[in-house]
């Protein structure tokens, strides 16, 4: 991403380990980032500064993430904000949505998910549906749900379709296991059992896409997730 | 009332005492009233009969005499009155020490109740009479003790368990950690220790996660999202989900998913109790075997199935398998292929319980050794005017 288009982002979170991993890691991927550490620093910054994006810790010394976001709507800013929190009771969800944030994500989360759902609210706008996706000599068509690898065709069940098809769209980036659960097997809670049925469906589908293929696409990057990408065998 | 005295005792004297007060004065007051009229009745018979001879009716000599009965009137209610302080002194006395008596075990459950705290639950209060009101106060008090003791003592098992199974992983993501740091390594074998690191976390999370669902079903903070739903569609979801595990086992899920089965329940928390049963069905038995998910309607009841031909369960682990933390190491090893890192902390069943018994349901188990297990969900049907 050229620098003048990367997105500015102000993270307000008051424990230090996480902001500059927090720091590091959206550098990383490509955003401009700002620290703060307390509410009133962080409603300051957010109301001189122009951000794409905020991510806003809930509980903050001196003034609360809740008040910051209320306060930052009063003034009419229109900023995404993203809330992170160790509490995720259903009220605490709903006061945190009703205060004009945008998203909302459980403490501790994978990293990838974050990233996913930041870029989810600084585009919102989906991919083109219906056009077909492809990386290196893999193509998925939507419009008859059938893929190809090198112009062999792939016999994939409507899961390992649907599973194949969110990995495209989400080519080059990590995926973890919390956002196939969520996106692709449609469930809210997170068993054990699922992410085993995660673990095999993902291990057919790379048999179904990675075999006898030169270059691979579909890698696990332990602890973490997946990512499709293009990387020699 | 602005003034409270402390003690029931006083309280009771005080109101004893001003009770036979009120009394003495009714009852004064009824002598006086009583005297007064038969003396002056007295007084006019005399008068009638002087009027015979004398013609004057209310001469000096009726005067006079009205004024000494008056007078012994007067000396009368004096008397009286005098006895009303002395007797409402005497009442309280007596109220007191009758109060003081009958209190007194009151005072013996207050000592032995302040005695027992939290640390010392096995004590009990003593019962003087089982047969009377105290006796009664003092029985209840026990049980109530009794079943303090019981959560008190759940719950530290729970804790300590817990925290032992919190201190594995964290034990492992140390290890992990310093051993990595303790010689160079290249990015690749750095980049390998991380990755064992992040998925001993993720189980942490995981157990953390269930931890909290177990501790807000307790205490009954999480309201369940109840719904009208079909029980043999909630099961069918979760056969859905969960065939790819079975087909990679190459085991063979006989479904037998009866007509729809009309229950009330919050379905996401429904669905984790019959995945969770057909999840340890799967990873229980041996590749190759059978395992059937079957529902049907029994009287006013659903019931959903998940029958397998693993090495079943002894009938004396058949109780404990639902409690927090108890996997039976003995007969059902873990097996590293499905369990992976992030396998279940024996908390699985005594989710599903909780779950299913917060729905006012129950979860059975039918097992021999060797004859396979069947785990049962029942739960109430749905009124069909709901």
């Given at each position: 991403?050229?620098?003048?288009?990367?997105?500015?982002?102000?993270?307000?979170?008051?424990?230090?380990?996480?902001?500059?991993?927090?720091?590091?890691?959206?550098?990383?991927?490509?955003?401009?980032?700002?620290?703060?550490?307390?509410?009133?620093?962080?409603?300051?910054?957010?109301?001189?500064?122009?951000?794409?994006?905020?991510?806003?810790?809930?509980?903050?010394?001196?003034?609360?993430?809740?008040?910051?976001?209320?306060?930052?709507?009063?003034?009419?800013?229109?900023?995404?904000?993203?809330?992170?929190?160790?509490?995720?009771?259903?009220?605490?969800?709903?006061?945190?949505?009703?205060?004009?944030?945008?998203?909302?994500?459980?403490?501790?989360?994978?990293?990838?998910?974050?990233?996913?759902?930041?870029?989810?609210?600084?585009?919102?706008?989906?991919?083109?549906?219906?056009?077909?996706?492809?990386?290196?000599?893999?193509?998925?068509?939507?419009?008859?749900?059938?893929?190809?690898?090198?112009?062999?065709?792939?016999?994939?069940?409507?899961?390992?379709?649907?599973?194949?098809?969110?990995?495209?769209?989400?080519?080059?980036?990590?995926?973890?296991?919390?956002?196939?659960?969520?996106?692709?097997?449609?469930?809210?809670?997170?068993?054990?059992?699922?992410?085993?049925v995660?673990?095999v469906?993902?291990?057919?589908?790379?048999?179904?896409?990675?075999?006898?293929?030169?270059?691979?696409?579909?890698?696990?990057?332990?602890?973490?997730?997946?990512?499709?990408?293009?990387?020699?065998? | 009332?602005?003034?409270?005295?402390?003690?029931?005792?006083?309280?009771?004297?005080?109101?004893?005492?001003?009770?036979?007060?009120?009394?003495?004065?009714?009852?004064?007051?009824?002598?006086?009233?009583?005297?007064?009229?038969?003396?002056?009745?007295?007084?006019?018979?005399?008068?009638?009969?002087?009027?015979?001879?004398?013609?004057?009716?209310?001469?000096?000599?009726?005067?006079?005499?009205?004024?000494?009965?008056?007078?012994?009137?007067?000396?009368?209610?004096?008397?009286?009155?005098?006895?009303?302080?002395?007797?409402?002194?005497?009442?309280?006395?007596?109220?007191?020490?009758?109060?003081?008596?009958?209190?007194?075990?009151?005072?013996?459950?207050?000592?032995?109740?302040?005695?027992?705290?939290?640390?010392?639950?096995?004590?009990?209060?003593?019962?003087?009479?089982?047969?009377?009101?105290?006796?009664?106060?003092?029985?209840?008090?026990?049980?109530?003790?009794?079943?303090?003791?019981?959560?008190?003592?759940?719950?530290?098992?729970?804790?300590?368990?817990?925290?032992?199974?919190?201190?594995?992983?964290?034990?492992?993501?140390?290890?992990?950690?310093?051993?990595?740091?303790?010689?160079?390594?290249?990015?690749?074998?750095?980049?390998?220790?991380?990755?064992?690191?992040?998925?001993?976390?993720?189980?942490?999370?995981?157990?953390?996660?269930?931890?909290?669902?177990?501790?807000?079903?307790?205490?009954?903070?999480?309201?369940?999202?109840?719904?009208?739903?079909?029980?043999?569609?909630?099961?069918?979801?979760?056969v859905?989900q969960l065939a790819t595990l079975a087909d990679e086992k190459r085991q063979r899920l006989i479904i037998?998913?009866?007509?729809?089965?009309?229950?009330?329940?919050?379905?996401?928390?429904?669905?984790?109790?019959?995945?969770?049963?057909l999840d340890?069905a799967i990873r229980?038995s041996?590749p190759g075997t059978a395992i059937?998910v079957?529902?049907?309607?029994?009287?006013?009841?659903?019931?959903?199935?998940?029958?397998d031909?693993?090495?079943?369960?002894?009938?004396?682990?058949?109780?404990?398998?639902?409690?927090?933390?108890?996997?039976?190491?003995?007969?059902?090893?873990?097996?590293?292929?499905v369990?992976?890192?992030?396998?279940?902390?024996?908390?699985?069943?005594?989710?599903?319980?909780?779950?299913?018994?917060?729905?006012?349901?129950?979860?059975?188990?039918?097992?021999?050794?060797?004859?396979?297990?069947?785990?049962?969900?029942?739960?109430?049907?749905?009124?069909?005017?709901?």
């Amino acid at each position: 991403m050229p620098s003048s288009e990367r997105p500015r982002i102000l993270v307000i979170e008051d424990q230090l380990k996480l902001a500059h991993a927090l720091e590091e890691g959206l550098r990383g991927e490509g955003f401009d980032v700002s620290l703060a550490s307390s509410g009133t620093d962080g409603y300051f910054l957010a109301t001189t500064e122009p951000f794409a994006l905020l991510v806003l810790d809930w509980m903050l010394p001196g003034r609360d993430g809740v008040e910051v976001l209320k306060a930052l709507r009063r003034a009419g800013h229109e900023v995404p904000v993203l809330i992170l929190t160790a509490r995720d009771d259903v009220d605490d969800r709903i006061t945190g949505l009703d205060a004009g944030a945008d998203d909302y994500l459980v403490k501790p989360f994978a990293f990838a998910e974050l990233v996913a759902r930041l870029r989810a609210l600084l585009r919102r706008t989906r991919p083109d549906a219906a056009a077909p996706r492809r990386c290196a000599d893999l193509i998925l068509d939507p419009r008859d749900r059938r893929g190809t690898r090198g112009g062999r065709p792939l016999e994939l069940t409507q899961r390992e379709y649907e599973l194949l098809d969110f990995l495209l769209i989400h080519q080059g980036q990590l995926v973890s296991r919390e956002m196939l659960a969520r996106e692709v097997w449609q469930e809210t809670g997170r068993a054990t059992s699922l992410d085993n049925v995660i673990d095999v469906t993902m291990a057919r589908l790379r048999r179904k896409v990675d075999l006898d293929a030169t270059t691979r696409l579909l890698h696990t990057v332990r602890g973490v997730g997946f990512i499709l990408r293009e990387e020699p065998a | 009332m602005s003034w409270r005295p402390k003690s029931v005792r006083v309280r009771l004297a005080l109101a004893y005492s001003a009770t036979f007060g009120v009394l003495l004065l009714l009852h004064d007051m009824a002598v006086y009233g009583w005297v007064r009229h038969e003396a002056f009745e007295a007084l006019e018979e005399q008068g009638a009969r002087d009027a015979a001879s004398v013609p004057i009716v209310r001469g000096p000599a009726y005067d006079t005499q009205s004024a000494s009965v008056e007078q012994e009137l007067g000396e009368l209610v004096m008397a009286l009155l005098l006895v009303i302080a002395p007797g409402m002194l005497l009442a309280g006395a007596a109220g007191y020490l009758l109060a003081k008596r009958a209190l007194a075990p009151v005072d013996r459950l207050t000592t032995h109740a302040a005695r027992i705290t939290a640390d010392r639950l096995d004590e009990r209060v003593p019962v003087a009479n089982p047969d009377d009101e105290l006796g009664r106060l003092a029985t209840t008090m026990n049980a109530m003790i009794a079943r303090l003791d019981a959560s008190f003592a759940a719950l530290r098992r729970f804790t300590a368990d817990a925290s032992h199974e919190l201190r594995t992983p964290l034990t492992a993501l140390r290890a992990i950690g310093e051993v990595s740091l303790r010689e160079r390594r290249d990015p690749e074998a750095l980049r390998e220790a991380m990755g064992s690191m992040l998925e001993e976390l993720d189980g942490l999370t995981h157990l953390v996660e269930s931890l909290l669902t177990l501790a807000r079903s307790d205490d009954g903070s999480h309201p369940l999202e109840i719904d009208d739903a079909d029980l043999s569609e909630l099961a069918r979801r979760v056969v859905d989900q969960l065939a790819t595990l079975a087909d990679e086992k190459r085991q063979r899920l006989i479904i037998d998913l009866d007509a729809p089965l009309p229950v009330r329940v919050d379905r996401s928390l429904v669905r984790r109790a019959i995945a969770n049963l057909l999840d340890n069905a799967i990873r229980y038995s041996p590749p190759g075997t059978a395992i059937t998910v079957r529902s049907r309607p029994i009287a006013t009841r659903c019931v959903v199935e998940v029958m397998d031909q693993g090495p079943g369960i002894a009938p004396d682990d058949q109780a404990s398998i639902f409690e927090r933390f108890r996997r039976l190491d003995s007969s059902r090893t873990r097996d590293p292929a499905v369990d992976g890192a992030s396998g279940g902390a024996g908390l699985g069943l005594a989710l599903a319980r909780a779950t299913i018994e917060a729905h006012g349901g129950a979860i059975e188990v039918d097992s021999a050794v060797g004859a396979g297990a069947t785990f049962r969900i029942v739960l109430p049907n749905r009124p069909p005017t709901s």
